[in-house]
T-cell receptor, first 109, second 113 residues
């Protein structure tokens, strides 16, 4: 089993829709979680951290479910510019970043 | 702004060549990482370093080695390049503690022929 698993998609949704991704992780001792965004032919960049209490940044909401060992990302009122690959990241041990394979999202006009 | 710079955007090397990929960061980060990214496999950790001269193997270290003689520079070495090492290589850096953002370089697309 992979340490971090994501549905690779692709997800094709119309502009204005709400879309959600899940990511599961295998190490119950993991403490830190992030969502990164990667545009085509670009490097990954931090989208948001995921806290135990959940967190929201504008149209984006991240949640953590420790009991079921998954994190989620919800995008409301999706924009064309949200088209990207979304990478789930879990910190292993003290320092190592372990990435999921990414979920590809395309927002259609 | 944090800057992570990789020495080349594109490289073409021959099978059996020794290849050096260089990465420099300018924010005094303790941690540095080398990943490779392949379609359908995502980013896989090759090596990481949490301090000068310190290194740890990642998930796929075979065929690679690294060097960190100075805090700002982390080099990935392919001792004898093979075609299955054709990939996108990404360097990243972060502060120690694992709770902070990792910053990536722009990537090096390596083709081994």
């Amino acid at each position: 089993r992979k340490e971090v698993e994501q549905d690779p998609g692709p997800f094709n949704v119309p502009e204005g829709a709400t879309v959600a991704f899940n990511c599961t992780y295998s190490n119950s001792a993991s403490q830190s979680f992030f969502w990164y965004r990667q545009d085509c032919r670009k490097e990954p960049k931090l989208l948001m951290s995921v806290y135990s209490s959940g967190n929201e940044d504008g149209r984006f909401t991240a949640q953590l479910n420790r009991a079921s060992q998954y994190i989620s990302l919800l995008i409301r009122d999706s924009k064309l510019s949200d088209s990207a690959t979304y990478l789930c990241v879990v910190i292993k041990g003290a320092q190592k970043l372990v990435f999921g394979q990414g979920t590809r999202l395309t927002i259609n006009p | 702004d944090v800057k992570v710079t990789q020495s080349s955007r594109y490289l073409v090397k021959r099978t059996g060549e020794k290849v050096f990929l260089e990465c420099v960061q300018d924010m005094d980060h303790e941690n540095m990482f080398w990943y490779r990214q392949d379609p359908g496999l995502g980013l896989r950790l090759i090596y990481f370093s949490y301090d000068v001269k310190m290194k740890e193997k990642g998930d796929i270290p075979e065929g690679y080695s690294v060097s960190r003689e100075k805090k700002e520079r982390f080099s990935l070495i392919l001792e004898s390049a093979s075609t299955n090492q054709t990939s996108m290589y990404l360097c990243a850096s972060s502060l120690s503690g694992g709770l902070t953002e990792a910053f990536f370089g722009q990537g090096t697309r390596l083709t081994v022929v």
